[in-house]
């Protein structure tokens, strides 16, 4: 097996410097002509282990993977009788070495979309004989771009819906709030740029179990390194089987010096093809640094792999921090049960069923019967058993092309439940049109209404007793209620009255705010009683305004049009009386002849037709009169009623239909129905 430098292999032939680049970094490989031995190199055993390992499946004196030293494990017995090493040094050609023609950058940093141009690429030579030459990326600057992820109708429909959700509640809800829910529509912005023919799982688990050796597993070579020194891997590890997903690595901040390449081998390479690896560091580990690394891309990546062990797969802090609150995320979940080589009997199986129990109270579903949940496998990375299952298990996974999406539905599922408090509530929310009517009465009540209304009634039928009364009746009247104000204005508001009015008006305004802000989630309910009070300061003046504007009219109220013949029968019993009168005296003057029966009929008439003209136009005008009130207590209670509305029922009711909108939103976010179109 060959460790050497990933690079642009554009040129990497023509620019082999035989004269000053030659070196004894490697003891086998490449000759200086770059030929190969003769003799077919057979694959070696021991590979992805190079030291003596513990019960915890781990070991000491790993080959770093960035030194550029024989990684083929050569510390074994077996290395002394190797006969490809024997070969090797007996010819004893050092190897060239290729110049790295990126242009000069930051170690995270990649020169190309889909280039790895940093890094060792550990590759192993096929088991026929061929030479032994390391088969590197051909990546010109013809090569093909890789292909963006796309979301389909569903989840980008539920995108969309969140990024509206958000933009609506900016004003109503605080940052912090929203903050998750911002960080995955960036999220799932920027992985929708990136390349949807990877996927990037994670490896993550405590401290001793083994993940880094099930890492070193898969790759087929000793990448991570391992060891009984806690903790042992301190940074993130890439491992990528396909060229085009260097962006994706760059996403999760690994630097270039951190990013490899598996054991080649066909059969692994086709089965895998597409995945990007990342060993992450102990989750539990006593460095801040390390956990902050692991909390940050578990955010970031496509799928997760937990390694646990048989000791700590019960801890409170892997169930509680991690598990418990990504149980939404079962379907881009693995649950490994590592090291069941130190497991007698059949305690692997009971180990293994209490996990999915431990699993099932976390609310993890798990994927039985052809369900859709977290793959949940026992298997043991230092003797290889099971290790095939799941290699077998992640290839089907990342073929798919679903991981990516569904990651992102299911962080929309998250963030949409960690909304919920603020959007969504078990009662009916709104402003019913009894409680309006009601806020309408309040304050129509406070601006005097309905004494306006019997007011106005009272003149109409003063009006209606002037026309139609005898002149004595009249005459008595007016010198009675010579000093009383006039009735065709509303009388101004004793100071006690005006503060009545005013409470009265705080009172309406307070039990409106607090039927509309009933059963609605508390920032929106401050929201709608905000809008209230708002709307009232300054409505208790504007009534009294609207109050003046909509009393009665100047002058006299209308006449029907029967009062000219009232007046016309009340002057004939005047008259009546004239001519009675003047009659009897011109007979007691003795100018006219006697007669006392006519004048005295016409007197008697006169007499007793005037009151009764006058009562019967009373009763006449009850009706219209009272028509008339009711007309001005209407024209009152509805310029009250629209004050009301425009200056607080608008405002809470807007604030409702806001919060309406985003109900509507939230709905098509929790909506279900996400994947990769």
């Known amino acids: 097996m060959t460790a050497v430098t990933d690079h642009d292999h554009t040129d990497h032939m023509e620019r ?15 000759t200086a002509g770059g030929s190969a031995p003769d003799a077919a190199r057979e694959p070696v055993p021991g590979l992805a282990a190079d030291g003596p390992q513990d019960r915890n499946g781990t070991g000491e004196g790993t080959t770093d993977a960035t030194d550029a030293t024989d990684a083929t494990g050569r510390t074994g017995p077996a290395d002394a009788a190797d006969p490809v090493r024997t070969a090797a040094e007996a010819e004893n050609v050092p190897h060239a070495r290729v110049r790295e023609q990126r242009e000069p950058s930051d170690d995270d940093q990649a020169t190309a979309e889909g280039a790895w141009d940093d890094g060792l690429i550990a590759r192993r030579v096929t088991e026929t004989a061929k030479p032994a030459v390391p088969v590197l990326e051909t990546r010109g ?32 809800l605080d940052s912090h709030t929203l ?28 401290t001793g179990s083994g993940k880094s050796q099930l890492f070193n597993a898969l790759a087929g070579v000793a990448i991570s390194e391992t060891g009984v020194r806690r903790p042992t891997t301190a940074a993130p590890i890439a491992c990528t089987w ?30 895998l093809r597409g995945l990007v690896l990342i060993d992450l560091p102990d989750h539990d580990s006593a460095a801040v640094q390390h956990r902050e ?34 149980a939404g995320h079962a379907e881009v979940m693995f649950v490994i049960l590592n090291q069941t080589d130190r497991l007698p009997g059949e305690a692997a199986d009971l180990v293994l069923d209490d996990l999915r129990r431990l699993l099932d109270e976390d609310g993890v579903a798990l994927g039985e019967f052809g369900e859709p949940g977290a793959t949940v496998l026992a298997l043991s990375a230092l003797t290889g058993e099971g290790v095939g299952d799941l290699r077998e298990m992640l290839g089907q996974f990342v073929s798919e092309r679903g991981a990516a999406a569904r990651r992102v539905a299911a962080d929309v599922d998250a963030a949409a439940d960690r909304l919920r408090p603020v959007y969504a509530t078990g009662r009916r929310a709104g402003l019913s049109e009894e409680a309006r009517d009601e806020f309408a009465a309040r304050l129509a009540d406070a601006v005097g209404a309905t004494a306006a209304g019997e007011a106005a009634e009272r003149a109409w039928l003063r009006n209606a007793n002037r026309a139609c009364g005898t002149p004595w009746l009249r005459l008595w009247r007016w010198r009675r209620k010579r000093g009383d104000a006039p009735t065709s204005r509303l009388q101004k508001p004793e100071p006690e009255q005006e503060a009545t009015a005013r409470q009265r008006v705080e009172q309406a305004v307070r039990t409106v705010s607090e039927r509309a802000s009933a059963g609605l ?41 029967w009062w000219p013949v009232a007046v016309l029968a009340q002057a004939a019993m005047t008259l009546l009386q004239v001519v009675g009168g003047l009659w009897l005296v011109g007979q007691i003057a003795g100018v006219l002849a006697p007669n006392l029966g006519v004048p005295v009929l ?67 976010v929790t909506r279900a129905g996400a994947g990769v179109g």
């Open 602 to 668: 016409l007197m008697v008439a006169g007499i007793v037709g005037g009151p009764l003209v006058e009562w019967g136009c009373r009763m006449t005008a009850r009706g219209p009169a009272r028509r008339y009130g009711l007309e001005a207590e209407r024209r009152l209670r509805e310029a009250a009623a629209g004050c009301g509305r425009a200056r607080v029922l608008d405002p809470v009711a807007a604030e409702l239909l806001r919060y309406r909108e985003v109900r509507e939103q939230y709905g098509r």
């Open 16 to 30: 082999m410097d035989h004269t000053s680049d030659y070196t004894s970094d490697f003891d086998s490989g490449l």
């Open 141 to 172: 600057p013809g090569a093909p771009a890789p292909v963006p992820l796309a979301y389909d109708g569903p989840l980008r429909s539920r995108l969309d819906a969140l990024r509206e959700l958000v933009g609506l509640s900016r004003t109503r």
């Open 179 to 206: 903050a998750e829910a911002g960080r995955v529509l960036d999220e799932a912005a920027a992985r929708r740029r990136l390349s949807g023919q990877h996927t990037v799982v994670a490896i993550a688990g405590a």
């Open 293 to 326: 690394h692991v909390d940050r891309i578990l955010k970031l990546v496509d799928a997760v792999i937990w390694v646990v062990d048989p000791e700590k797969y019960a801890d409170a802090v892997l169930h509680e921090r991690y598990l418990r609150p990504m």
């Open 521 to 561: 989630p508390v920032p929106w309910a401050q929201a709608v009683r905000e809008a209230a009070v708002r709307g009232s300061q300054g409505l208790p003046e504007a009534l009294d305004d609207l109050a003046a504007q909509a009393g009665l009219p100047p002058g006299r109220p209308p006449r029907p049009g």
């Open 242 to 271: 396909s060229d085009g997903g260097a962006a994706l690595v760059d996403r999760l901040g690994i630097p270039g010096r951190l990013r490899r390449r598996p054991v080649h081998n066909p059969e692994a390479d086709a089965q």
